[in-house]
């Protein structure tokens, strides 16, 4: 075999493979890649999706993986995670005619695909509707409470009230509401003044209040203490007398005796004993040298 023939022998080899070889298995890369590319999706753990068909919805898909779709089919692919909306600088009048600038926040999620893809679409108009149902909530619920009731004592009751009107407002946007909360609530600027002056105000009649309340206290407990002051003293005088009428009775019984014994000393003690009587106390006498008494002292 010449070399011209072994070269158009190699050349009939090569153009065999290639028409018969290459060019199906180029043609099935270019099926399998157009297959790829345009007739599967891959979805994450964290997201879901609905597959539509010339804008009519088909079908939800929820677990992750490789999916196929037609060609002609197109994907929406949503978080399954929860999402926020903020809602800044809300001003609004309360059902006591005070205004307050409040900042809230809803922490929501997707749980109907459909029903979001049909309403809002795109996350970007859903934080926008939502902004605004948030707000309207707000402004019909707070509007029905005093100051008071929202700063303190009634406050996990008017959000509990918002997050419940909130859930049935967004439950056919196909939204599912986790927790509403407040951020922060401030007065407006020109309204600071007034109210501070009133806060003033409100404490000072409190301590007032408590004031008068502490006085009256102290009457009461003073009025008790003197009362028992008084029926102590009174018991213990009562026991006093009744201690001395026993003992000037003993005393008369001792001096009766004594007189019976020896009349003499009887009536000396008689006399000591109105002397003693007579000279007790602050009391100033003039007495001469030659009465009785200097006499029974034997001066």
Not at 181 to 192: D, L, M, Y
Request: charged fraction near 30%.
């Amino acid at each position: 075999m010449t070399k011209l023939q072994w070269r158009c022998f190699v050349n009939k080899i090569k153009s065999f493979f290639t028409k018969i070889i290459l060019v199906p298995f180029i043609s099935f890369l270019i099926t399998l890649c157009f297959i790829l590319f345009f007739c599967t999706f891959s979805l994450q753990e964290s997201n879901q999706a609905i597959v539509n068909s010339f804008g009519k919805y088909v079908k939800t898909v929820q677990e992750s993986g490789l999916h196929f779709i037609l060609p002609w089919q197109s994907v929406e692919t949503y978080e399954k995670r929860v999402l926020s909306c903020d809602v800044s600088e809300l001003e609004m009048t309360l059902g006591d005619q005070k205004r307050i600038i409040i900042d809230i926040f809803a922490r929501y999620y997707i749980k109907d695909p459909v029903r979001f893809y049909e309403s809002l679409r795109t996350y970007e108009s859903a934080s926008k509707r939502l902004g605004v149902i948030i707000a309207g909530e707000v402004r019909d619920v707070l509007g029905k409470y005093n100051l008071k009731d929202v700063i303190s004592s009634r406050r996990a009751e008017t959000i509990s009230k918002i997050k419940n009107k909130l859930l049935e407002s967004v439950d056919l946007l196909g939204i599912g509401v986790m927790e509403v909360r407040v951020k922060k609530i401030a007065f407006p600027k020109e309204n600071n003044d007034s109210v501070f002056k009133r806060m003033i105000t409100e404490r000072l009649k409190e301590a007032q209040e408590w004031r008068g309340e502490a006085l009256r206290s102290y009457k009461r407990i003073k009025s008790k203490a003197d009362l028992d002051s008084m029926s102590i003293i009174s018991k213990a005088e009562r026991e006093s007398a009744s201690i001395i009428g026993k003992a000037d009775s003993e005393y008369i019984k001792i001096v009766n005796s004594a007189y019976v014994v020896d009349p003499e000393v009887a009536k000396k003690l008689m006399e000591y004993n109105n002397y003693r009587k007579a000279l007790s106390g602050k009391k100033t006498f003039l007495i001469s040298s030659k009465s009785k008494y200097m006499e029974s002292l034997n001066i």
